[in-house]
T-cell receptor
Framework: DGGITQSPKYLFRKEGQNVTLSCEQNLNHDAMYWYRQDPGQGLRLIYYSQIVNDFQKGDIAEGYSVSREKKESFPLTVTSAQKNPTAFYLC??????????????FGDGTRLSIL | KQEVTQIPAALSVPEGENLVLNCSFTDSAIYNLQWFRQDPGKGLTSLLLIQSSQREQTSGRLNASLDKSSGRSTLYIAASQPGDSATYLCAAPIQGAQKLVFGQGTRLTINP
């Protein structure tokens, strides 16, 4: 079955440590996205990529980095510069169209906590 | 700048009732309006996407409407069931339709 796989489901970060969250999709989607969700809040966009080897900052990119070397993969690194990383991280993807009329598909998320 | 608001933040109704969830947006020049469902600890599931040229979309017991002139969308759930309990989020795209702006969601509880 096609879908988006995020791993790990739970992740713990020590002070000063960088951690990487994995996102893989087999939907042949062009565009991929990373969102952060805090309790009781909606989703905020961290980074997005519409094509391989290209990505753009979202609304809260500081302290995060991404790469898009393959169409299927869009890993997110939470760096030590992100001082409040505890949150639920969601990866999404969709087809890239001019009209934007394609729904985004989401993975099941990674919950990141500080040790 | 697009802002999306959902009121109320939480709603509790008895099983069997019909109900309406509300979504407001500030910029009426939207490509579409999307409704999602989120179960606790899970990702989002796309429910309905209304294109800007449409006024409503239906899927089973769900009906979503879009009124761009008033900046409002509603999600109507008919004959609610306990399995409908979840958080419902709406989202509107900006910047060439690739970036979504989400509301904070309405947490719905259907009581048996």
């Amino acid at each position: 079955d096609g879908g988006i796989t995020q791993s790990p489901k739970y992740l713990f970060r020590k002070e000063g440590q960088n951690v990487t969250l994995s996102c893989e999709q087999n939907l042949n989607h062009d565009a991929m996205y990373w969102y952060r969700q805090d309790p009781g809040q909606g989703l905020r966009l961290i980074y997005y990529s519409q094509i391989v080897n290209d990505f753009q900052k979202g609304d809260i990119a500081e302290g995060y980095s991404v790469s898009r070397e393959k169409k299927e993969s869009f890993p997110l690194t939470v760096t030590s510069a992100q001082k409040n990383p505890t949150a639920f991280y969601l990866c999404a993807s969709n087809y890239r169209t001019g009209g934007g009329n394609q729904p985004q598909h989401f993975g099941d998320g990674t919950r990141l906590s500080i040790l | 700048k697009q802002e999306v608001t959902q009121i109320p933040a939480a709603l509790s109704v008895p099983e069997g009732e019909n109900l309406v969830l509300n979504c407001s947006f500030t910029d009426s020049a939207i490509y579409n309006l999307q409704w999602f469902r989120q179960d606790p600890g899970k990702g989002l599931t796309s429910l309905l996407l209304i294109q800007s040229s449409q006024r409503e979309q239906t899927s089973g017991r769900l009906n979503a409407s879009l009124d761009k002139s008033s900046g409002r969308s509603t999600l109507y759930i008919a004959a609610s069931q306990p399995g409908d309990s979840a958080t419902y989020l709406c989202a509107a795209p900006i910047q060439g339709a690739q970036k979504l702006v989400f509301g904070q969601g309405t947490r719905l509880t259907i009581n048996p």
